[in-house]
Structure formats: structure tokens, C-alpha cells
């Protein structure tokens, strides 16, 4: 197999192989044709990673060639058709085809599409759609060749072995299978199917803990077995016991030890395994201390409100008098309502709209929530991170700010916190701030151990009218987070 450089653009590999003197009666034949569909709609992912094309090796003449031609220069009949189309023909005929018309758009819309000849130039496939009727195979077929075209080569490979080794048993001489070599238009050359055995490590004492049991080296050995793995047990020097698997090709699903104990645990039956009870479970340090906060504020005559997480671009940063710095909020994409564009980056838009829709309730208000922001973070593996704060508003005929600072000083001294001078690393202090969603002069920082853990203050009027509230507000939030 010959593959040209042009193939790069589309489906850049191919891996082959042959089986000759295959067998076929109608309900092999069957299960052949099934087997490519489950592998289709699973590994190939709909045939997007791969594309699996399987031949009449009698009716072709090696060697092949894979290439990428413009549609209009491909002419062949296709599978189950009586007369030659142009792969641009074929694309309009197919979309009205129930089963076909589902994987057109993989390639339609690309400048160049896949095809692989043979010898006499007799088209063998156009991957991903259909294979041409020269090359069909019948139950009369003796010689089989199988190609597989991909964007994954490491799909293609395992796609390759498994139809391979599961009907090489067909063969005239059984598990035979005829290599194929692909070479590439830089020189590189490859044989497949590639059916090396992989070789895995597992020590025993990851077994035993894994799955919570006591076997021996032997009995894992044997259990491991009898799931088709080869294994063997060895002692190194300073006796710990490692279980030595051999991975045939057929297992391509064994990718790494918990795969190996899973075997383990399936062979010896999940029934057979002691069942345990769990050791009685602690509060999280951070929750106990989110409760306790809880009671705390609710015994101040707060009550406690839950809001969505997220919210929308404007309620977030506009309306709260912020701007918007592009490294901070989690945007959600293609979100289904305005309402919920980002997940939140502070509490004060869900309490603010609380207040809002219950303006005309009897003053004071007195809410408070204790729930999750999330923020960008490029130190997490998920891009963000999530962080538990705090929040409390009073709203009323005064802003009742000394009752918020009175709210932030019962807090503290909940927490074990004294109030110490600015500079004191041993408690808290608190230091004038310049947040725009305050009024200028009355707010302030609170600082724990010289770390700003939150801020508090006078809602600005600009704020408070964004969000249809006539009467003066002043707001606390603080992370809890940074208590530890």
C-alpha cells in the first residue's frame, strides 16, 4: 500500500492486512458485516477516527495506492449500485439514504477526497462512505482484504486487530494473517497488523488492596488466565511480589494496572468479595466551618437565601459597576438564556436580585448566603477553581452599616480572630478600599494574617438602582477559604 502525500489533508493513515482461505457461510458472513458496524459506531466513533473497508482480494491486483483526488476526478460503481457515479454525484445520491447520509458530512465539505485503487486503477473504497462493487465480498470469497482509513492511528491499529483476530479463525490455516506493508511518501515504512504482545508490571499488594481481598500469587495468576491475559508471578529482592501480564492484541482495552485488577476482580466474582462497612464519615473541615457560620449569622437575625451559580455577563461585572478583565469569569458555551452566561465570580449579583424582586417586602432585610464561586485558574488541571464564600446584605431606612461591621466582628471572634492592628500578622484588621460597586469612603478590607480575605461597605446608589432597589443597602463578602 502506497500512500500519497495529498492524504494528509483529509484521512492522512491506512493500515492493512490479509486473510486467505477464509470460510464464509451466511451466518459468518453476517456476523462479519456486524462486527465492522459495532466497531463503526463505537471506536470509529461513526466512522469520524476510522473507516473500515473490507475486499475480495481475488478480484484486485496489489499493489494498492491511497491517495486524495479532487471529486470530480473519482468515477466508480458503488456497493450495491449498477452504474458509475462521480464521488460528487455520489454525495447528492447518498443524502437521501437512511444509513449513508449520516457520515457525508465527514468528508463533503473537504476540497479533496480519500480513495484507494488498486494496480489496474479499480477503485477499492472512497473511506469513510462505501466501497466500490468490484471488490464486494460474496460468501463465495476466499481471500480477504481489509483496509482501515483514519485520523487516530492508534484506533486504526486496534480496529485492525480486532477483526482480524477474531476471524483468522476462519482461515484454512487458522490465526494466519497475511502482513501488509504501507509506505508513506517520505520514505517511512510500516507493517500491519502490528500483533505484539505488551507486557505490564502489577504488584500484588495493589490487587489485594484495590479490590479487598488476600489472594496468592498463584490464584491471581490463574484468575488473570482465565480472562485471556498470560500471567506469571515473580519475587524481587526485598520480597515484594509482582504479577507479570502478557496483553495479547485482543485485549486492547487493558491499558494500565486498574484494568488488570478489574480482570482480577471479575474472574473471582464481585459476590465472592468481603463486603465492608465504611468507616464513619467527618464533616470536610470546610463545610463544619461553613455551618457553623450558618447558625452563627441566622442566630444575628439573617436569613439564609440560596441563587443560581450562574448569571449573566451584564448582572456580573456591568451592574455591579466592574470591569470586565477576560481572565477571571468561567464563560459557559453556546449558554440557552441570557440569564446564565457565566458562572458567578462573586455572591452580591444573586443577593442583590433577591432583594430586588422583593423590594416591597417590610423593611429591614436581612439576607445572607453561603455558597461557591468559581473563578479562572491556570494552576488546575480543569482551567478553574471553585471557592466558598460568604456574603451578607441589610437592606432598610439606613444602610445600617455599623450593623454589617457589627455582623464582620462577630464573625471574627466565631473564628477565634482577635482585631489587631494593621500590620499585626496574628488577627484581623480592617483598612480603607476602593472597590466601584461601594460608595467611595465607606468601605473597607478585611485582612486576616496579611491576606485580604473580603471587603465590606455602603452599596453605591448606581449599583442599587441596576437593580430596581430604592432604599440604602451595605454588603459584606469574604472568602472562608482563607480561614485555613
Not at 511518501?185 to 490487587?207: A, H, Q, R, T
Not at 488466565?225 to 500471567?231: G, H, I, K, S, V
Not at 442566630?299 to 441563587?307: A, D, I, K
Request: charged fraction near 25%; charge should be negative.
Amino acid at each position: 500500500m502506497h500512500v500519497k502525500p495529498e492524504t494528509s489533508k483529509i484521512r492522512p493513515y491506512v493500515v492493512c492486512a490479509v486473510l486467505r482461505g477464509v470460510t464464509f457461510d451466511e451466518t459468518r458472513y453476517n456476523s462479519f458485516i456486524d462486527l465492522q458496524d459495532k466497531l463503526h459506531q463505537n471506536i470509529c466513533r461513526r466512522r469520524t477516527l476510522v473507516a473500515i473497508g473490507t475486499h475480495d482480494m481475488d478480484t484486485l491486483q496489489a499493489p494498492f495506492t491511497y491517495e486524495a483526488l479532487p471529486p470530480s476526478s473519482i468515477n466508480f460503481v458503488p456497493l450495491k449500485q449498477t452504474r458509475s457515479f462521480r464521488a460528487d454525484e455520489l454525495m447528492e445520491f447518498y443524502k437521501s439514504d437512511l444509513k449513508l447520509k449520516k457520515f457525508l458530512h465527514i468528508i463533503e465539505d473537504s476540497p479533496v477526497y480519500p480513495v484507494i485503487y488498486d494496480h489496474n486503477r479499480t477503485v477499492l473504497s472512497l473511506p469513510p462512505i462505501i466501497n466500490g462493487a468490484h471488490s464486494a465480498i460474496t460468501l463465495k470469497t476466499r481471500n480477504v482484504f481489509i483496509e482501515c482509513t483514519a485520523t487516530d492511528l492508534t484506533k486504526a491499529k486496534i480496529v485492525l486487530n480486532t477483526v482480524v483476530t477474531a476471524f483468522s479463525a476462519y482461515c484454512e490455516k487458522k490465526f494466519e494473517i497475511e502482513p501488509v506493508e504501507v509506505t508513506y511518501s517520505d520514505g517511512k515504512k510500516f507493517i500491519y497488523p502490528d500483533l505484539s504482545i505488551y507486557n505490564m508490571e502489577v504488584p500484588l499488594s495493589y490487587i489485594n488492596s484495590a479490590i479487598g481481598v488476600s489472594l496468592e500469587a498463584e490464584e491471581v495468576t490463574t484468575l488473570l488466565n482465565q480472562m485471556q491475559l498470560y500471567a506469571e508471578h515473580s519475587v524481587s529482592n526485598n520480597n515484594q511480589c509482582t504479577i507479570n501480564v502478557s496483553v495479547p492484541p485482543t485485549r486492547s482495552d487493558v491499558l494500565h494496572p486498574c484494568d488488570v485488577m478489574e480482570d482480577v476482580a471479575i474472574a473471582y466474582g464481585y459476590n465472592n468479595i468481603p463486603k465492608r462497612k465504611l468507616a464513619s464519615l467527618q464533616p470536610l473541615p470546610l463545610n463544619e466551618l461553613s455551618d457553623l457560620i450558618r447558625r452563627e449569622i441566622a442566630m444575628n437575625g439573617f436569613t439564609e437565601v440560596l441563587t443560581f451559580i450562574l448569571c449573566s455577563w451584564r448582572e456580573n461585572f456591568i451592574m455591579l459597576n466592574r470591569e470586565d478583565d477576560k481572565s477571571t469569569a468561567v464563560v459557559i458555551g453556546n449558554p440557552r438564556s441570557a440569564d446564565f452566561e457565566l458562572v458567578r465570580t462573586s455572591l452580591m449579583p444573586g443577593i442583590l436580585k433577591t432583594v430586588g424582586h422583593n423590594k416591597d417586602h417590610p423593611k429591614p432585610i436581612k439576607i445572607f448566603e453561603v455558597g461557591d464561586v468559581a473563578v479562572l485558574d491556570k494552576t488546575k488541571d480543569v482551567g478553574a477553581s471553585n471557592c466558598r464564600r460568604l456574603a451578607a446584605l441589610y437592606c432598610g431606612a439606613t444602610s445600617g452599616f455599623e450593623l454589617i461591621h457589627g455582623l464582620v466582628d462577630r464573625i471574627m471572634e466565631v473564628i477565634g480572630a482577635p482585631f489587631v492592628p494593621l500590620g499585626d500578622n496574628t488577627g484581623y484588621s480592617i483598612k480603607p478600599s476602593e472597590e466601584p460597586e461601594y460608595l467611595r469612603g465607606r468601605q473597607a478590607s478585611i485582612i486576616y494574617k496579611g491576606n485580604c480575605i473580603g471587603t465590606f461597605g455602603i452599596v453605591h446608589p448606581e449599583v442599587l438602582n441596576n437593580f430596581d432597589i430604592p432604599d440604602p443597602c451595605s454588603f459584606v463578602e469574604l472568602t472562608i477559604e482563607r480561614f485555613f
